[in-house]
């Protein structure tokens, strides 16, 4: 035999350029922000998780730096070996103090905390009820953990409800995971209810706060804090990489869950630490967020603008329901979704399209930022006018795509 073993690599990128799926980079060249230069282009960022605006804020990067003066830029080992510094303490002590929890773990990104928290708690013998439209890093946890998984219709308790009684008696331990904010929908999960049915059911709960800590909740703990359900025994998982501008991720709860993370969480104890720089940033960006509530009540007045300019000059467009700074204009196609990218990329407007197989049905997701202004509003639904009453010349295929 001497067919080439990597052959079947061409084929596959030829069936997803065929279908649309095809992904690249874009390359920014400046600060991160609401203006941003894209590929030589000035541009208003509309695709941006910095929904603070603390990325680019001089307080996090003076951290970064004095960090890395002090500490070096790696962490040189695992935290349990060489790569604990005190930095990492005080970080977890401010997102337990934001969180009202406990304690909290930092991992090196979001993902990995959500890998190897769920690997960690629970195994063979146990369930895990999933919403089906859950991060990629909740449900490549779930698989990890070799754990039955159960996935339930998306925000729909009855269906989790339904679920839990049919399975929860077959297995030793059982495990809830949900995004609170749904990171390409926008909308909240249903969390005092899921609370409730896991206690009927004897079901722990893991919820992913990625999009909402620093932005939902009076001192921005996020959904937990904004449903009044601080206090209650849970698993919070998030990133420092969002609304905290910088890069990691954490589980806060229980010193009993902290302590057992530590020592059985295999995306915990066989990585490097956070780098120094990334820990201060993230950090300082804790701080703010406790200082500055400006910012969040800013972010939502900016979310209801932009609501509001929509209805008003666009009211055939189709937003999908949210309650977050993630606005999704529905499309029909994958094709359609890629159009109007390029479309809104030609006028000035960074805002990518969603395709599958990240999410079912494509759109364009646009993330509003607390430092957007009502010009950056009004430019941006001007755009989309002219999109949807196809005023705008449509590229040839040719030239849409490198
Ligand atoms: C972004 C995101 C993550 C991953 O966080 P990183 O720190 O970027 O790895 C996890 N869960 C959700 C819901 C996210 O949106």
Redesign the pocket.
């Known amino acids: 035999m001497t067919t080439d073993p990597y052959a079947w690599l061409e084929q596959s990128l030829t069936t997803i350029i065929r279908a649309n799926w095809l992904r690249s980079v874009e390359t920014l060249e400046s600060l991160p922000g609401a203006v941003v230069q894209l590929e030589g282009r000035k541009v208003l960022n509309f695709a941006s ?1 910095d929904y603070l605006g603390l990325s680019g804020d001089w307080r996090l990067i003076e951290a970064a730096v004095a960090a890395t003066r002090e500490y070096g830029t790696g962490s040189t080992g695992s935290r349990l070996l060489s790569g604990h510094r005190k930095l990492h303490l005080q970080l977890e002590k401010a997102i337990a103090s934001l969180k009202q929890t406990e304690d909290a773990l930092v991992f090196s ?6 890998l190897g928290t769920i690997a960690a708690v629970v195994g063979k013998r146990d369930l895990i009820l999933a919403d089906e439209y ?5 449900k490549n946890g779930a698989i990890l953990s070799g754990a039955k998984v159960v996935n339930y219709v998306h925000s729909h308790a009855a269906d989790l409800h339904q679920q839990l009684a049919q399975n929860r008696h077959n297995y030793r331990r059982c495990l809830i995971i949900t ?1 609170s ?3 390409m929908d926008g909308d909240l999960s249903p969390l005092p209810e899921i609370l409730a049915i896991a206690e009927q059911f004897s079901c722990m709960v893991l919820v ?1 706060e ?2 909402a800590t620093g932005v939902l909740g009076t001192t921005g703990a996020g959904c937990v804090e904004h449903f009044g359900c601080s206090g209650q025994t849970l698993i919070q ?6 609304a905290l501008g910088s ?3 954490y589980v806060a709860g229980s010193s009993a869950l902290t302590d057992f993370l530590r020592n059985r969480s295999p995306s915990w104890i066989y990585t490097t630490g956070l780098s120094p720089a990334d820990t201060a940033a993230a950090l300082a960006a804790i701080e703010i967020v406790e200082k500055e509530p400006q910012r969040r009540v800013q972010l939502s007045k900016n979310v209801d603008t932009l609501k509001q300019l929509i209805k008003q000059q666009l009211p055939q467009l189709k937003l999908l329901p949210s309650e977050s700074p993630i606005l999704c204009w529905q499309l029909d196609s994958a094709a359609d979704a890629l159009a109007a990218g390029q479309q809104l990329k030609a006028s000035g407007i960074f805002a990518p399209a969603i395709r599958p197989p990240t999410v079912p049905s494509s759109r364009i997701r646009l993330s509003v930022m607390a430092t957007h202004e009502l010009a950056h509003f009004q430019q941006l639904v001007d755009v989309l006018v002219n999109i949807i009453h196809g005023s705008f010349d449509t590229p040839s295929p040719e030239t849409r795509d490198s």
């Open positions: 998780n990104s979001g993902y990995l905390a959500n859950n991060h990629s890093s909740l995004d904010v749904f990171s992913d990625a999009h998982v998030g990133t420092l990489s969002k890069l990691g991720g």
